[in-house]
């Protein structure tokens, strides 16, 4: 069973900066497709970034530079940095992962993805 902890969470002004962490085990990490998302309460959870197993990323519209999607094979981590925050970015955000199957047309919609881990608060205060 895939299991998913996220970390790295925090309060911080607009404009700061803040780097998520989620380390994934119980699966061979390599074949893992991996992606980060974010849900207020109230709304669906929508995709911010995903990266395949073989290095391939998506980036959801909205990010527009700001966040860098990235991970660590050996140390089964994947992380977020998060640059130019903005208050409409608190929300909590959760990583996610599923098998990296198949290896073309995958996207950064929720029901794609089977792991999920407990999620980690972030508020950008104006």
């Known amino acids: 069973e895939v299991q998913v902890v996220e970390s790295g969470g925090g309060s911080v002004q607009a404009g700061g900066s803040l780097r998520l962490s989620c380390v994934v085990s119980g699966f061979t990490y390599s074949r893992l497709r991996l992606a980060w998302f974010r849900q207020v309460s109230g709304k669906e959870r929508e995709g911010i970034a995903g990266i395949n197993n073989d290095g391939t990323t998506r980036y959801a519209d909205f990010v527009q530079g700001r966040f860098a999607i990235s991970k660590d094979n050996a140390k089964s981590t994947l992380y977020l940095q998060m640059n130019s925050l903005k208050p409409e970015d608190s929300a909590t955000y959760y990583c996610?992962?599923?098998?990296?199957?198949?290896?073309?047309?995958?996207?950064?919609?929720?029901?794609?993805?089977?792991?999920w881990g407990q999620g980690t608060q972030v508020t950008v205060s104006s």
């Open positions: 996610a992962a599923r098998v990296a199957y198949p290896p073309t047309g995958w996207g950064l919609s929720a029901s794609e993805y089977g792991a």
